[in-house]
């Protein structure tokens, strides 16, 4: 990953991105997974991530040695926050309104107070339980910049009304959501929903949206 960096600074068309480190459960956690690692990217156009796909020794190279590989192409709905002090989604046109059954991929994204961590932590288990049991949830895994301090979650879910109730009926991730903000857990934090739009690949086996 570190040999990717310059490459990807200097690639035509790449607005913002950033390499992940993943953990070991569907939610933010203790555990990595040196084995898997994502690039989250945004471009300026279509034909930009053409380009990079087709002609840069990036994907070639994870290609050749990757046992497995997903990608998803994903048009933003709306986001709030920032990301190392920039709004990546303000550069990238809004996708159009969608239906109800469409599936819904989300984006979290927090700096960790290392004051809080410990009971960041501690209530981690609990909302990886609650997510586990969403039938709505196609896939999600914790991803992560820095380990432990700034970390982030990557989920898909067949419809906005999966992540409606699993946001605001589930006892465990309310309570996270109210010690959020009573305690200041994060200096800060992102959280952006898309549209996916094109896909190719399998996660753990299987394509995730071929349901």
Known sequence: MAFDRPVLRRTSGLLFWRLLGTGRGTSMSLGADP????????????RSLRDFLERSPIPARWR??????WQVRLA????RGRWNGVDPFAITPAAEPYGPAGPIAVLTRASIRPSRMVAFY????????????QDGCLASIGMGEWPLIRQATF??????????????????????????RACDWYSEEMFARFVPYGNEGTWNGADPLAR
Not at 155 to 180: C, K
């Open 35 to 46: 084995r898997r690692w994502a690039l989250f990217a945004v471009w300026r156009d279509e």
């Open 64 to 69: 050749r040695e990757a046992q497995e590989s």
């Open 76 to 79: 933003p709905l709306a986001s």
């Open 122 to 133: 501690r209530s981690v288990p609990g909302v990886d339980r609650l997510l586990r049991e």
């Open 155 to 180: 989920s898909l879910w067949r419809d906005a009304a999966a992540v409606r109730d699993f946001a605001y009926r589930g006892r465990a991730h309310q309570q996270v959501i109210e010690r959020v």
